[in-house]
């Protein structure tokens, strides 16, 4: 957010010092837009210098929030996860579809629908 900041200010300084330099005769069409650009370019700068703050404030918030309630995770085993109430682990059943038909051996063609 800071490198376009400086980049929009830069940019409107080359405006403006190119727009200095332009003669009223030499512009027929487009003075208008030349201005719009330049005024575009100057309100740019302040839109993205509150943007650069805002960045700079929640990232200061999270550092300072990071640095007081960071705890490091113990080094032991997690505990498994508690299995659903009033189910015994003796009626546990394969998943389904997982045993496998006796596979033909050779090429066989995809079905044709």
């Given at each position: 957010?800071?490198?376009?900041?400086?980049?929009?200010?830069?940019?409107?300084?080359?405006?403006?010092?190119?727009?200095?330099?332009?003669?009223?005769?030499?512009?027929?069409?487009?003075?208008?837009?030349?201005?719009?650009?330049?005024?575009f370019s100057?309100?740019?700068?302040?839109?993205?210098?509150?943007?650069?703050?805002?960045?700079?404030k929640r990232?200061?918030?999270?550092?300072?929030?990071?640095?007081?309630?960071?705890?490091?995770?113990?080094?032991?085993?997690?505990?498994?996860?508690?299995?659903?109430?009033?189910?015994?682990?003796?009626?546990?059943?394969?998943?389904?579809?997982?045993?496998?038909?006796?596979a033909p051996?050779?090429?066989?063609?995809?079905?044709?629908?």
């Amino acid at each position: 957010t800071g490198l376009w900041t400086f980049l929009w200010f830069i940019g409107f300084c080359f405006l403006t010092n190119q727009w200095s330099w332009t003669r009223a005769e030499d512009v027929f069409i487009g003075a208008d837009s030349a201005r719009a650009a330049i005024t575009f370019s100057f309100f740019s700068i302040f839109s993205w210098a509150l943007l650069l703050t805002f960045a700079y404030k929640r990232y200061k918030m999270g550092v300072e929030d990071f640095a007081q309630s960071y705890a490091d995770p113990s080094p032991g085993v997690p505990t498994p996860y508690s299995s659903y109430p009033n189910i015994s682990h003796e009626s546990y059943q394969q998943p389904p579809f997982t045993h496998t038909a006796e596979a033909p051996e050779g090429y066989q063609p995809p079905p044709v629908y």
